[in-house]
T-cell receptor, first 111, second 113 residues
């Protein structure tokens, strides 16, 4: 199993709908999880961090963490064309404190 | 005010040449990184420096040599460039090793011909 796995997409979602992005990780003891957004030709920017099981909401974004199942997800409500980007999941590995990025999921919001 | 800056933004060069990429952060962070993002968009850490000391050195050819003259700068020198070195290189900084690299530089697109 790869350390951090994401479906590469593209994931196409109609404008106004909910976009759901998923990520699984291999290191069961990991405690810190992040979602980055990367527009084409730009650098990644941190949009969400989550450390405890459950949901964390920030505006239209909700991060969900389930440590028992080793997955973390990002929900984007009321999707906008400006949300079209690649979303990178990142996990700080418990074994060595290194941050590992997934390959990212390309999200395309259809106007 | 630019938090993390890199120069140059684009670099096109021939195989076998030696080139350098510079990075500076004005955030007062103590940890800086170099990442490589290949054509498939996979972002992989190359090096990490904490207070000018090398902390992480992933499996990177020794043609790549980072240099940190002070906490605000982390430069990357590449010798004998190869076609496979073509990628976007991102510098990043954080406060502490466990910081989630929230500040990335704009990237340097390196093309080796």
């Amino acid at each position: 199993q790869k350390e951090v796995e994401q479906n590469s997409g593209p994931l196409s979602v109609p404008e106004g709908a909910i976009a759901s992005l998923n990520c699984t990780y291999s290191d069961r003891g990991s405690q810190s999880f992040f979602w980055y957004r990367q527009y084409s030709g730009k650098s990644p920017e941190l949009i969400m961090s989550i450390y405890s099981n459950g949901d964390k909401e920030d505006g239209r974004f909700t991060a969900q963490l389930n440590k028992a199942s080793q997955y973390v997800s990002l929900l984007i409500r009321d999707s906008q064309p400006s949300d079209s980007a690649t979303y990178l999941c990142a996990v700080i590995m418990n074994r060595d404190d290194k941050i590992i990025f997934g390959k990212g999921t390309r999200l395309h919001i259809l106007p | 005010d630019t938090a993390v800056s890199q120069t140059p933004k684009y670099l096109v060069t021939q195989m076998g040449n030696d080139k350098s990429i510079k990075c500076e952060q004005n955030l007062g962070h103590d940890t800086m990184y170099w990442y490589k993002q290949d054509s498939k968009k996979f972002l992989k850490i190359m090096f990490s420096y904490n207070n000018k000391e090398l902390i992480i050195n992933e499996t990177v050819p020794n043609r790549f040599s980072p240099k940190s003259p002070d906490k605000a700068h982390l430069n990357l020198h590449i010798n004998s460039l190869e076609l496979g070195d073509s990628a976007v290189y991102f510098c990043a900084s954080s406060q502490g090793l466990a910081g989630p690299n929230r500040y990335f530089g704009p990237g340097t697109r390196l093309t080796v011909l």
